[in-house]
């Protein structure tokens, strides 16, 4: 069967330090990949998406870059955190042929 | 590009009262709906969804959401709550034929008072 793994569960960070959190994906090949945040009091954001390996696309403009360096992994980094960075980050899988998708536990990033 | 909106953002009831959740979204063409449910301290979970058929869509634990195409909702509904339905709600939209780039509404709270 298929699972996804992010992690950290949980993060306390400083402004302006670097931030890598990573999922992965077993059971399955090439699946989408995707990158949500849900900042306090608001609805779940599409940050990145990846239908492939070293290919990312961005919705919204900020402070997070996202990679691919392999099938099944899906890292979120920053390079200087910012407080506004603060959120529920979660990591989802689909595949092109299906119409659900499946989510990670997510991780708490907080930043002080 | 699509939107969903969530009209409560809070929701507080007592065990035994019905439910409904409303939702809205704003695309001109063919949609997927979907509701998931985050229970305290889990990842979200999928409740139920639409694709095409019987706008009346039952889901996992006594569950429902009814598609009015006329009115861009698709409202979530259970009869009967439990304390142990207290969660973050959240209603999602992806286009019909484009992909799964979800969009999600704010989400409502729910709170169920035993």
């Known amino acids: 069967s298929q699972t996804i793994h992010q992690w950290p569960a949980t993060l306390v960070q400083p402004v302006g330090s670097p931030l890598s959190l990573e999922c992965t994906v077993e059971?399955?090949?090439?699946?989408?990949l995707y990158w949500y945040r849900q900042a306090a009091g608001r609805g779940l954001q599409l940050l990145f998406y990846?239908?492939?390996?070293?290919?990312i696309s961005s919705e919204v403009p900020q402070n997070l870059s996202a990679s691919r360096p392999q099938d099944r992994q899906f890292i979120l980094s920053s390079k200087k955190l910012l407080l506004s960075d603060s959120g529920f980050y979660l990591c989802?899988?689909?595949?092109?042929?299906?119409?659900?998708?499946?989510f990670g536990e997510g991780s708490w990033l907080t930043v002080v | 590009a699509q939107s969903v909106s969530q009209h409560n953002h809070h929701v507080i009831l007592s065990e035994a009262a019905s439910l409904e959740l409303g939702c809205n979204y704003s695309?001109?063409?063919?949609?997927?709906l979907f509701w998931y449910v985050q229970y305290p301290g889990q990842h979200l979970q999928l409740l139920l969804k639409?694709?095409?058929?019987?706008?009346l869509v039952k889901g996992i634990k006594g569950f429902e959401a009814e598609f009015i195409k006329s009115k861009f909702s698709f409202n979530l509904r259970k009869p009967s709550v439990q304390w142990s339905d207290t969660a973050e709600y959240f209603c999602?939209?992806?286009?019909?034929?484009?992909?799964?780039?979800?969009?999600f509404g704010g989400g409502t709270r729910v709170l169920v008072k035993p």
């Open positions: 639409y694709f095409s058929g019987d706008p």
């Open positions: 999602a939209v992806t286009p019909g034929a484009a992909g799964n780039k979800l969009t």
């Open positions: 989802a899988w689909d595949t092109s042929s299906g119409n659900t998708i499946y």
């Open positions: 059971g399955t090949s090439n699946p989408n």
């Open positions: 990846s239908v492939g390996i070293g290919q």
């Open positions: 695309y001109g063409g063919t949609v997927n």
